[in-house]
């Protein structure tokens, strides 16, 4: 059973980087896409990107700031956010992108399983 | 791109049945069936309970259901136990240049 541990800094000033990391245990790596996925504090899921170890896809809205990156050797991927301002405050989770049973895995946009969740908060 | 478009709450007895609608536009939901749902409970991850419009994971309740008219994602759930109770989340892809949209997220309360 594939289960995400995510860690990372907690509270950040402005300006700072955000930088998360989740470790993949129980299954496989590689082949999969991993994201990461935010929610502030009373409002909906925002999606910020996604990476395998071809290539990354980012929020558009997020791009400028963002950097994503994997390490297969450890099973692990990593976010980070630069220049982060109170409205980045949010609980960021990690997650696999591809729900799978087995060896059948669905296409894509299945987030399962997810990480616990980080609640990072920007203040001054 | 706006987020997709959910109602802030329903509400339900137990036993009944509830709808949350998911609305999007030609550029996502009604174009690709990559739309998924999710059930929160606060304080714990999200959960996968619906895949692919109406494909539902192993382990998930047959209670809940999923399916899609044009723009529109819809999730159903029959039966409702006080269990339910908990924040919901629809999601669908957008093409390549957005590429993810979530909605705002419905909050369901079993009466």
């Known amino acids: 059973q594939v289960q995400l541990q995510q860690w990372g800094a907690g509270l950040l000033k402005p300006s700072e980087t955000l930088s998360l990391t989740c470790a993949v245990s129980?299954?496989?790596?590689?082949?999969?896409?991993w994201t990461w996925i935010r929610q502030p504090p009373g409002k909906g899921l925002e999606w910020i990107g996604e990476?395998?170890?071809?290539?990354?896809t980012y929020n558009p809205s997020l791009q400028s700031r963002v950097t994503m990156s994997v390490d297969t050797s450890k099973s692990q991927f990593s976010l980070k956010l630069n220049s982060v301002t109170a409205a980045d405050t949010a609980v960021y989770y990690c997650a696999r992108d591809t729900y799978c049973s087995g060896s059948l895995c669905s296409i894509a946009l299945s987030f399962d399983p997810w990480g616990q969740g980080t609640l990072v908060t920007v203040s001054s | 791109q706006s987020a997709l478009t959910q109602p802030a709450s329903v509400s339900g007895s137990p036993g009944q049945s509830i709808t949350i609608s998911c609305t999007g536009t030609t550029g996502d939901v009604g174009n690709y069936n990559l739309v998924s749902w999710y059930q929160h409970h606060p304080g714990k991850a999200p959960k996968l309970i619906i895949y692919?419009?109406?494909k539902r994971p192993s382990g998930v309740s047959n209670r809940f259901s999923g399916s899609k008219s044009g723009n529109t994602a819809s999730l159903t759930i029959s039966g409702l136990q006080a269990e339910d109770e908990a924040d919901y989340h629809c999601?669908?892809?957008?093409?390549?240049?957005?590429?993810?949209?979530f909605g705002g997220g419905t909050t369901l309360t079993v009466l």
């Open positions: 129980g299954g496989s790596f590689s082949g999969h896409y």
């Open positions: 692919e419009v109406s």
């Open positions: 990476i395998n170890n071809r290539g990354s």
């Open positions: 999601c669908s892809y957008a093409g390549s240049r957005t590429y993810v949209l």
